[in-house]
């Protein structure tokens, strides 16, 4: 009876600081307007917020002139003369261009020198959406520490606030401020704010190279950091972009912090004020100003040293270390894992055998495991698509633990079958091998990841030598020991689970990673288990797997699209002007009662050539609309040079109907250089998703005079322009009654727009 009991006290002790650590701390308490002049409020920060993202306000509409002379009579009111710089930004990685401005302020420092940090936020939003997390929380944030900032000394080094425009349409403000404005050659660091949601902790999610001294730094200013090296490693190899990219472009180094909680609202309606988290505002704002204070104050020219380990832990404690201690850290796991092999050789007649077929099987139910969650969503899915009220999924808590627990009912059903053939000492050993080769190509290629394996390893190697897998009863000092020994297991992997939830959702993506983590933090967690896995029997397969049904069924019947929760989607009415012809064309993947009326109950589904990029991995609902006489863009050819081989072309390209962004492309000519407004657009092979024989970009914002457009190309004949305008909102149609979106609706990224499509041959 008292090995049962201290068997199910380590259990319930897991348990308890898995809960503990899955709930998480949340963010900061948001200090009110009252809070002393030196310190971030985000009460005082949220005021702002409520000025000026009331509205989607991208760049090119009428609201964006609002927000950027809102936000210019603020910054005056603080005492500091802001600087506006008007220029065309060119992003050659996104085959973008556009006409910003920017919005920069220099707070100067004592020492004389030119040499400033840069503190970066940009006030754009997408069509869709207010944009009050993002990016106008971290907008909030900057001028809220440019309060607090000017309530005290100056600091050693100049600040520079650069509030950048058109972010959302491809980095063009940040790209304009590298190329153009002269206070960029001043900047030695880089804080930038950004959000992918309305909640959650303001995270350190990259860094520049050499980030040691940069995460040191951090480590020390931040009242409450937090951060993992693993996403920074994660995100190298991610194709997203923040404005923080053009400035590592630029030879800053820099820290890149995000929200990323209740991704449900990005880009959407539900980015306003009213839904935004003030702790993730709190959180976000004390990072800038104790930033800015720190490097403020710092020597700007030596930041260059070696990458850094980091991870948060309960307490908001911030663990980092020199990626030297890297090999060190595997080499020592690797010979305490050997040591331990030896042990249980002695101790338990453990073979060599067994331990090799523990950790084949170990790999083998990972592979299950990821399998298993991928079968779930899509069976989730499918259901929602065919029986089931349509719902959002992503974020579907439930579903995510309902996954969880039939994952949970897997092991311990697996378990109740290995421990008859392979004895515990020897699976769990296969385990730790499978986790010290884990750890090793970690170390390798995934440095920032290597701590998610190494320690949990070298803590479950010691209660495997110490405490765990004794024959006869488990004293309580040994479950103590094992209480204590779990925690690296606990305290890394749960968060892992969450945070892989938090940014990947219940999807095709998501759910075979949590499978995958979950049967990691298993493995990990074996040699404390063993013990009550013993004892229960079935009993835990059994409560898993009711939990999991129960879950399910309540997910089931509460999912639903709902005024909470709208059903996103993007609505377009697109008219070719070359052939009279129009076409309504939705994102939804199932029809419902208001897309119905636009597209009919046999719509066609396929990609829409020209209005929408070949690389956007949508296929539209299509139906054939009504076509109106809308103003088609226009090309007019300014002059027209050629050789034997090549062709000049300068065009300018207006808008008549003052649409908020065009595309420019040319059809089967193979285009040597391009020019808009005297800006080089960059070499065609540097473009992120170039198609052969095809070139083209878009622009934002274009002046009423049109754009200035000087491309030659490798060509003697003919060539085809082709020329789309995209305005935001749908147009009237003359006798239509086609409904305004219902409550459980809402326009998502680029909203509902209007395109229109001319095609020219010169």
Same mark, same amino acid.
């Not at 949970?408 to 290995?418: E, G, K, S, V």
């Given at each position: 009876?008292?090995?049962?009991?201290?068997?199910?006290?380590?259990?319930?002790?897991?348990?308890?600081?898995?809960?503990?650590?899955?709930?998480?701390?949340?963010?900061?308490?948001?200090?009110?307007?009252?809070?002393?002049?030196?310190?971030?409020?985000?009460?005082?920060?949220?005021?702002?917020?409520?000025?000026?993202?009331?509205?989607?306000?991208?760049?090119?509409?009428?609201?964006?002139?609002?927000?950027?002379?809102?936000?210019?009579?603020?910054?005056?009111?603080?005492?500091?003369?802001?600087?506006?710089?008007?220029?065309?930004?060119?992003?050659?990685?996104?085959?973008?261009?556009?006409?910003?401005?920017?919005?920069?302020?220099?707070?100067?420092?004592?020492?004389?020198?030119?040499?400033?940090?840069?503190?970066?936020? *940009?006030?754009?939003?997408?069509?869709?959406?207010?944009?009050?997390?993002?990016?106008?929380?971290?907008?909030?944030?900057?001028?809220?520490?440019?309060?607090?900032?000017?309530?005290?000394?100056?600091?050693?080094?100049?600040?520079?606030?650069?509030?950048?425009?058109?972010?959302?349409?491809?980095?063009?403000?940040?790209?304009?401020?590298?190329?153009?404005?002269?206070?960029?050659?001043?900047?030695?660091?880089?804080?930038?704010?950004?959000?992918?949601?309305?909640?959650?902790?303001?995270?350190?999610?990259?860094?520049?190279?050499?980030?040691?001294?940069?995460?040191?730094?951090?480590?020390?200013?931040?009242?409450?950091?937090?951060?993992?090296?693993?996403?920074?490693?994660?995100?190298? *190899?991610?194709?997203?972009?923040?404005?923080?990219?053009?400035?590592?472009?630029?030879?800053?180094?820099?820290?890149?912090?995000?929200?990323?909680?209740?991704?449900?609202?990005?880009?959407?309606?539900?980015?306003?004020?009213?839904?935004?988290?003030?702790?993730?505002?709190?959180?976000?704002?004390?990072?800038?100003?104790?930033?800015?204070?720190?490097?403020?104050?710092?020597?700007?020219?030596?930041?260059?040293?070696?990458?850094?380990?980091?991870?948060?832990?309960?307490?908001?404690?911030?663990?980092?270390?020199?990626?030297?201690?890297?090999?060190?850290?595997?080499?020592?796991?690797?010979?305490?894992?050997?040591?331990?092999?030896?042990?249980?050789?002695?101790?338990?007649?453990?073979?060599?055998?067994?331990?090799?077929?523990?950790?084949?099987?170990?790999?083998?139910?990972?592979?299950?495991?990821?399998?298993?969650?991928?079968?779930?969503?899509?069976?989730?899915?499918?259901?929602?698509?065919?029986?089931?009220?349509?719902?959002?999924?992503?974020?579907?808590?439930?579903?995510?633990?309902?996954?969880?627990?039939?994952?949970?009912?897997?092991?311990?059903?697996?378990?109740?079958?290995?421990?008859?053939?392979?004895?515990?000492?020897?699976?769990?050993?296969?385990?730790?091998?499978?986790?010290?080769?884990?750890?090793?190509?970690?170390?390798?290629?995934?440095?920032?990841?290597?701590?998610?394996?190494?320690?949990?390893?070298?803590?479950?190697?010691?209660?495997?030598?110490?405490?765990?897998?004794?024959?006869?009863?488990?004293?309580?000092?040994?479950?103590?020991?094992?209480?204590?020994?779990?925690?690296?297991?606990?305290?890394?992997?749960?968060?892992?689970?969450?945070?892989?939830?938090?940014?990947?959702?219940?999807?095709?993506?998501?759910?075979?990673?949590?499978?995958?983590?979950?049967?990691?933090?298993?493995?990990?967690?074996?040699?404390?288990?063993?013990?009550?896995?013993?004892?229960?029997?079935?009993?835990?397969?059994?409560?898993?797997?009711?939990?999991?049904?129960?879950?399910?069924?309540?997910?089931?019947?509460?999912?639903?699209?709902?005024?909470?929760?709208?059903?996103?989607?993007?609505?377009?009415?697109?008219?070719?002007?070359?052939?009279?012809?129009?076409?309504?064309?939705?994102?939804?993947?199932?029809?419902?009662?208001?897309?119905?009326?636009?597209?009919?109950?046999?719509?066609?589904?396929?990609?829409?050539?020209?209005?929408?990029?070949?690389?956007?991995?949508?296929?539209?609902?299509? *139906?054939?609309?009504?076509?109106?006489?809308?103003?088609?863009?226009?090309?007019?050819?300014?002059?027209?040079?050629?050789?034997?081989?090549?062709?000049?072309? *300068?065009?300018?390209?207006?808008?008549?109907?003052?649409?908020?962004?065009?595309?420019?492309?040319?059809?089967?000519?193979?285009?040597?250089?391009?020019?808009?407004?005297?800006?080089?657009?960059?070499?065609?092979?540097?473009?992120?998703?170039?198609?052969?024989?095809?070139?083209?970009?878009?622009?934002?914002?274009?002046?009423?005079?049109?754009?200035?457009?000087?491309?030659?190309?490798?060509?003697?004949?003919?060539?085809?322009?082709?020329?789309?305008?995209?305005?935001?909102?749908?147009?009237?149609?003359?006798?239509?009654?086609?409904?305004?979106?219902?409550?459980?609706?809402?326009?998502?990224?680029?909203?509902?727009?209007?395109?229109?499509?001319?095609?020219?041959?010169?």
């Amino acid at each position: 009876m008292e090995n049962r009991s201290t068997a199910w006290l380590v259990l319930l002790f897991v348990l308890a600081v898995a809960g503990v650590c899955a709930l998480g701390e949340g963010t900061p308490d948001p200090l009110t307007t009252s809070a002393p002049e030196d310190l971030f409020s985000a009460d005082r920060a949220l005021a702002y917020v409520k000025a000026f993202a009331t509205a989607p306000h991208p760049i090119g509409s009428a609201e964006h002139d609002r927000v950027r002379d809102y936000l210019l009579s603020q910054i005056t009111a603080l005492g500091v003369a802001p600087e506006l710089q008007r220029a065309t930004g060119v992003t050659p990685r996104y085959q973008v261009a556009g006409s910003v401005e920017n919005i920069v302020v220099r707070l100067k420092g004592s020492s004389g020198m030119a040499d400033a940090v840069a503190l970066v936020a *940009h006030y754009d939003s997408v069509p869709a959406g207010p944009g009050a997390a993002d990016d106008g929380a971290g907008v909030a944030a900057l001028l809220e520490t440019l309060r607090a900032l000017r309530a005290g000394p100056p600091l050693r080094n100049d600040i520079l606030f650069v509030i950048t425009d058109g972010e959302e349409d491809g980095l063009l403000g940040a790209s304009a401020f590298a190329a153009e404005n002269p206070a960029a050659k001043d900047v030695r660091v880089v804080v930038n704010l950004e959000a992918r949601g309305n909640s959650g902790q303001s995270q350190l999610f990259e860094t520049s190279a050499g980030n040691g001294r940069l995460v040191e730094l951090f480590a020390e200013a931040a009242p409450h950091p937090s951060g993992s090296s693993l996403t920074y490693d994660v995100y190298k *190899h991610m194709p997203n972009d923040t404005d923080m990219t053009v400035f590592k472009q630029a030879g800053s180094a820099g820290l890149n912090f995000a929200f990323i909680g209740g991704w449900e609202a990005y880009h959407t309606p539900l980015d306003n004020p009213q839904l935004l988290d003030r702790g993730s505002l709190q959180q976000h704002g004390e990072n800038a100003l104790s930033l800015a204070r720190r490097f403020g104050s710092a020597d700007l020219r030596q930041f260059e040293d070696r990458d850094s380990v980091y991870f948060s832990l309960p307490g908001y404690l911030f663990a980092h270390y020199r990626n030297r201690w890297l090999w060190p850290l595997a080499l020592l796991s690797g010979v305490l894992l050997l040591g331990v092999i030896s042990y249980a050789n002695g101790a338990w007649q453990t073979r060599l055998l067994p331990i090799l077929a523990g950790s084949l099987i170990h790999t083998a139910v990972l592979l299950v495991l990821s399998l298993l969650g991928l079968g779930f969503v899509r069976g989730v899915d499918w259901l929602h698509a065919h029986n089931f009220a349509e719902g959002g999924l992503n974020q579907n808590i439930l579903y995510v633990l309902g996954l969880f627990a039939v994952l949970a009912a897997t092991l311990t059903t697996l378990y109740t079958w290995i421990r008859k053939r392979i004895a515990p000492p020897a699976f769990f050993l296969g385990g730790a091998l499978s986790l010290f080769v884990l750890a090793v190509v970690a170390t390798r290629w995934l440095p920032g990841g290597s701590y998610v394996f190494v320690w949990p390893l070298l803590a479950g190697l010691l209660a495997t030598a110490i405490a765990a897998f004794r024959p006869g009863r488990l004293s309580l000092l040994s479950a103590l020991i094992l209480c204590a020994l779990s925690l690296p297991a606990l305290l890394l992997l749960v968060p892992l689970l969450k945070g892989l939830y938090i940014a990947l959702g219940f999807n095709s993506v998501g759910a075979p990673l949590l499978g995958v983590a979950f049967g990691l933090l298993f493995a990990m967690l074996f040699p404390f288990l063993d013990p009550a896995l013993d004892s229960s029997g079935k009993l835990l397969a059994v409560l898993t797997l009711t939990a999991a049904l129960i879950l399910s069924i309540v997910a089931a019947k509460t999912t639903r699209y709902s005024p909470d929760h709208p059903k996103p989607s993007m609505l377009s009415y697109a008219l070719d002007a070359d052939t009279g012809k129009a076409v309504w064309a939705s994102s939804t993947n199932r029809i419902d009662s208001w897309t119905v009326e636009y597209v009919g109950t046999t719509p066609s589904r396929s990609k829409l050539p020209d209005f929408v990029p070949d690389w956007y991995p949508i296929a539209f609902l299509q *139906h054939e609309a009504p076509a109106i006489p809308l103003a088609p863009p226009q090309a007019e050819l300014l002059e027209n040079s050629s050789d034997e081989a090549t062709r000049t072309l *300068h065009l300018r390209i207006t808008t008549p109907r003052h649409a908020r962004t065009l595309h420019v492309g040319l059809l089967h000519a193979e285009v040597l250089s391009a020019t808009v407004n005297s800006r080089d657009l960059g070499k065609p092979s540097e473009a992120r998703w170039r198609l052969p024989g095809h070139w083209g970009f878009d622009y934002a914002s274009p002046p009423v005079e049109g754009i200035d457009l000087l491309v030659r190309i490798q060509a003697s004949g003919p060539v085809t322009l082709v020329v789309v305008d995209r305005s935001s909102g749908l147009p009237t149609i003359p006798g239509g009654n086609f409904p305004p979106r219902p409550a459980d609706s809402m326009p998502i990224h680029s909203g509902d727009q209007t395109m229109v499509r001319r095609s020219f041959v010169f």
